[in-house]
């Protein structure tokens, strides 16, 4: 269904992307599933979307973002938004270090908040760091980077708003398609993260133009 | 895919039920998708969602509905208002000639609407009435008795606001499953509108349960 499997002696495809809010449970399903693709061979590339700037109420109705997470103090505003600001930025942080590092530290943080329940905090960020090997004097002085690190996020957030992200996880293929996937379940099976993957690409590639599928209010999807 | 195609000699299987508004060209291609599967031996109830009441300021955030469509005047309110009433109660008379009846009634008044460019005034609903082939007399009869039609009116209301409908078209599968369905693309081909209803049943009882695949803003799907 997608042509973006990798074959060996092939050239490496062209990622998909995925936008993710270390916030966002659902996010973390997405980031799951894409992990689990990647171990097969799948290309994704991590990017972010803030969820607390685009639900921010100075950028409700407006064609340009006025509020940008990247404008605030790491120490004012809500604990979201402290939180996945710092998340954020030791995200840009970790990616110095490489591919592998940064889905390595991703998913460890993901892991620490959604299956852990830990709050966003230098602590849980620092732990995850460690989970995910990282090389920690080179992570401490690029944490301490904070305009280089505000200025990669940044540029997330513009090509973010520039698609149109509304929520995450969202998807983007490399033939350009772009949605919103949410789903209630988690997997790390490979065959399953494939068939889960491979619904959703057909869905956007369909002849019908499929703009929307989504449950009405009072009948959910169930939760396995 | 779906379990609930007819088979001769078999039991007529349970309906799922379309919920629309005729002011809607999406309730519009979902109707047409669903008239192309009736023509199949797939059975399909017509049912009736107002936009304008989901809409409605005094709605919002409420968990009951406040104002209902079902209360207001005939000739009050906006044109939307107004035309969308009118429409739903000719439907609910023209239901009373029969299944057959009103779905011809149905798709007479959203091509007229959808694909002509008429607005839904009483002399399209008496043209849509003609084309439908409806008894004139009972037609007229039964639209005279207000109070019946807006009773039956409001009882489609009320399922819809339980189910937590909030747009249209939103299908009901009869496995109880419900969700809007929104397509870019106008099918009547009978195997090219199994194929995307296919995909729908495929993408409700998938198991990763899927909440909501929704296209970002700027990369709307294609229109064929």
Same mark, same amino acid.
């Given at each position: 269904? @997608?042509?973006?499997?990798?074959?060996?002696?092939?050239?490496?495809?062209?990622?998909?992307?995925?936008?993710?809010?270390?916030?966002?449970?659902?996010?973390?399903?997405?980031?799951?599933?894409?992990?689990?693709?990647?171990?097969?061979?799948?290309?994704?590339?991590?990017?972010?979307?803030?969820?607390?700037?685009?639900?921010?109420?100075?950028?409700?109705?407006?064609?340009? @973002?006025?509020?940008?997470?990247?404008?605030?103090?790491?120490?004012?505003?809500?604990?979201?938004?402290?939180?996945?600001?710092?998340?954020?930025?030791?995200?840009?942080?970790?990616?110095?270090?490489?591919?592998? &590092?940064?889905?390595?530290?991703?998913?460890?943080?993901?892991?620490?908040?959604?299956?852990?329940?830990?709050?966003?905090?230098?602590?849980?960020?620092?732990?995850?760091?460690?989970?995910?090997?990282?090389?920690?004097?080179?992570?401490?002085?690029?944490?301490?980077?904070?305009?280089?690190?505000?200025?990669?996020?940044?540029?997330?957030?513009?090509?973010?708003?520039?698609?149109?992200?509304?929520?995450?996880?969202?998807?983007?293929?490399?033939?350009?398609?772009?949605?919103?996937?949410?789903?209630?379940?988690? @997997?790390?099976?490979?065959?399953?993260?494939?068939?889960?993957?491979?619904?959703?690409? @057909?869905?956007?590639?369909?002849?019908?133009?499929? &703009?929307?599928?989504?449950?009405?209010?009072?009948?959910? &999807?169930?939760?396995?």
């Amino acid at each position: 269904m @997608t042509d973006a499997h990798a074959t060996p002696g092939q050239p490496t495809p062209q990622p998909s992307h995925v936008f993710m809010d270390f916030l966002c449970p659902y996010a973390w399903r997405g980031v799951e599933l894409a992990a689990a693709l990647r171990a097969e061979g799948e290309a994704f590339t991590l990017r972010h979307f803030s969820l607390v700037q685009g639900n921010h109420a100075d950028n409700a109705g407006q064609a340009q @973002t006025a509020w940008w997470l990247t404008d605030q103090p790491a120490h004012e505003g809500s604990e979201y938004q402290q939180g996945g600001l710092a998340a954020f930025l030791a995200a840009q942080a970790a990616a110095r270090q490489g591919e592998e &590092a940064v889905w390595a530290f991703s998913l460890a943080l993901f892991r620490a908040r959604h299956e852990h329940g830990q709050p966003l905090t230098t602590d849980t960020i620092q732990a995850a760091a460690v989970q995910a090997a990282l090389d920690p004097e080179r992570f401490a002085a690029d944490l301490s980077d904070d305009a280089g690190l505000r200025a990669a996020l940044r540029a997330d957030l513009h090509e973010a708003a520039d698609i149109g992200v509304f929520g995450t996880p969202t998807f983007v293929l490399p033939t350009g398609e772009a949605a919103y996937y949410r789903f209630e379940n988690l @997997t790390r099976d490979p065959a399953q993260a494939r068939a889960w993957w491979n619904l959703y690409v @057909t869905v956007l590639r369909d002849g019908a133009g499929v &703009a929307t599928i989504k449950r009405a209010r009072n009948r959910p &999807a169930r939760r396995a």
